[in-house]
Structure formats: structure tokens, C-alpha cells
């Protein structure tokens, strides 16, 4: 009998330790188990979404730069506004603030698509810097970064 009882305990108490064990472990696999989700969702849009610096030039006057854009991904681009455009001199470039977010001063950018009415796959975005006296001449750095954090560089004369 004492056996009996004593198995019994152990089993109670076994039971009640792999319940407390699951209680304990399986949040911890689920909130895991969502971030490893997430991440997996992140890193798929960032490799199927690509955009391309085709070409950019200034205006004579040297007062406005235009860039053409490229998306050649498989997403779609939303939120153009959002990106960010680095441009200036190699080696002396600064973040140029979107027209929404530069309250009037210059420099400044503004953005028209060309092909297409969104920016799917195989459109093209033409940005427009504007700046209110014209820097000086040399070669230029840009850099396009989509809301995504995804970049695209170019370099060239003005």
C-alpha cells in the first residue's frame, strides 16, 4: 500500500511540474516563434524590392538636380516621401529634406512618377532637388533610401 501511495505522489507531482514547465517555456517559444515570423516577413520585402539610380543631371543654372529612379524589384514601393536623398559634393553630401518636411527653405525634393501611377515594378520616379543659389560644380554623391531601408548610390558631374 505504502508503494501505491507513494507512486500516486510521484505522479502528482510529475504531472504538476511538466504543467508548470509548459506554462513556463511555451510563451517563450510563441513570442520567439512571432519575432522569427516577423523578421522572415522583413527580410523577404527587403530582397524583393530593388530600385536603381538610372541618371542623373543638372540644370545649366546648376539650381536644380534631377534623378531618375528605377524600381526594379518585384514590390511595390509605397511611401515615397518617407525615403531619404543624401546628395552633395563626394566626400561633403547632406541629407536633402522631402518638400513636406523642408517648411519652405532650400534645399529641397519633390518626386513625380512617370510610367505609372504607383511605383510598381519597372516605373520610373523622377526626383527633383532644388536648391536656392547654385552650388558649386564638381562631382556629386547620391544616395535613395526607401522607407524599407533598402539604398541605391550614384555619382556624377555638375
Known amino acids: 500500500m505504502d508503494k501505491t501511495i507513494t507512486t500516486a505522489l510521484l505522479i502528482i507531482a510529475g504531472v504538476i ?11 517563450m517559444i510563441s513570442r520567439s516563434s512571432a519575432a522569427m515570423v516577423s523578421m522572415t516577413d ?3 520585402d527587403r530582397m524583393q524590392t530593388q530600385v536603381d539610380i538610372v541618371h542623373a ?7 536644380t538636380v534631377y ?4 524600381n526594379v524589384g518585384t ?7 518617407a525615403s531619404d536623398v543624401f546628395l552633395g559634393l ?24 512617370e510610367n505609372d501611377t504607383e511605383w510598381k515594378t519597372g516605373a520610373t520616379v523622377k526626383i527633383t532637388v532644388t536648391y536656392s543659389a547654385a552650388p558649386d560644380a564638381g562631382t556629386y554623391y547620391i544616395k535613395f533610401v526607401i522607407p524599407n531601408g533598402l539604398a541605391a548610390e550614384y555619382f556624377f558631374s555638375m
Open 17 to 27: 511540474c511538466s504543467i508548470f514547465l509548459f506554462n513556463t517555456v511555451y510563451p
Open 42 to 44: 522583413k527580410i523577404d
Open 57 to 63: 543631371a543638372g540644370t545649366t543654372d546648376r539650381k
Open 67 to 70: 534623378i531618375w529612379i528605377k
Open 75 to 81: 514590390n511595390q514601393v509605397d511611401n515615397l516621401a
Open 90 to 113: 563626394k566626400g561633403d553630401f547632406v541629407r536633402i529634406p522631402n518638400e513636406s518636411e523642408a517648411g519652405g527653405t532650400y534645399p529641397q525634393w519633390t518626386y513625380t512618377i
